[in-house]
């Protein structure tokens, strides 16, 4: 385990249709977040989880989104009814707890046509 | 909540010369600032970080240096190397807050 794993990489989904994304941390980090990143933007927070729980959700993250992460190791982020708007990178982070720095995964990159 | 404010969006500096991109962030709370760069196409990578009972920090030809009267913190990169073209994004994270708040980041192009 050298890194933050995402799956898939790529993702091209018609307009309405669901599509989840996955995230596998580094294996002794117990924080994982999910940010998502659009064209000349920094990563904007979307929701983070200590173990199994959910500890915080951004206004960002409308009804359409649920994230999970059920056996506090890897998680999943669900997106429904995609919009246009959703296109866009969509980034994993781990980290220990008292350590604030974050590995990132490369990314899912999601385009709803 | 947190907001943090980056400048400029655009850089750029002759191979060799020295870079600076400035931040300025809102929450007088906040007590963690990293530095993240981010090249085409790749996931971003923290290279320095800095809290808030420093005042400067440096790594080779990096270096960070925090205000908190002020509430603002830099990046210094000297010695411009062409590698160093990348976006840079600076965050902060406050006391109890466990989420990093980023920039919009600088798209540092070092000309040769």
């Known amino acids: 385990d050298t890194g933050v794993s995402q799956d898939p990489r790529h993702k091209i989904t018609k307009r309405g249709q669901n599509v989840t994304f996955r995230c596998d941390p580094i294996?002794?980090?117990?924080?994982l977040y999910w940010y998502r990143q659009t064209l000349g933007q920094g990563p904007e927070f979307l929701t983070y989880?200590?173990?199994?729980?959910?500890?915080?959700k951004s206004r960002l993250l409308s009804d359409r989104f649920s994230a999970e992460r059920p056996k506090g190791s890897f998680s999943t982020l669900e997106i429904q009814r995609t919009e246009q708007g959703d296109s866009a990178m969509y980034l994993c982070a781990s980290s220990l707890p008292g350590s604030y720095g974050y590995t990132f995964g490369s990314g899912t990159r999601l385009t709803v046509v | 909540g947190e907001n943090v404010e980056q400048h400029p969006s655009t850089l750029s500096v002759q191979e060799g010369d020295s870079a600076v991109i400035k931040c300025t962030y809102s929450d007088s709370a906040s007590n963690y600032f990293p530095w993240y760069k981010q090249e085409l196409g790749k996931r971003p990578q923290l290279i320095i970080d800095i809290r808030s009972n420093v005042g400067e920090k440096k790594d080779q030809r990096i270096a960070v240096t925090l205000n908190k009267t002020a509430k603002h913190f830099s990046l210094h990169i000297t010695e411009t190397q062409p590698e160093d073209s990348a976006v840079y994004f600076c965050a902060a994270s406050g006391v109890g807050d466990d989420k990093i708040i980023f920039g919009k980041g600088t798209r540092l192009h070092i000309l040769p």
């Open positions: 989880f200590q173990n199994e729980a959910q500890l915080e």
């Open positions: 294996s002794e980090h117990n924080r």
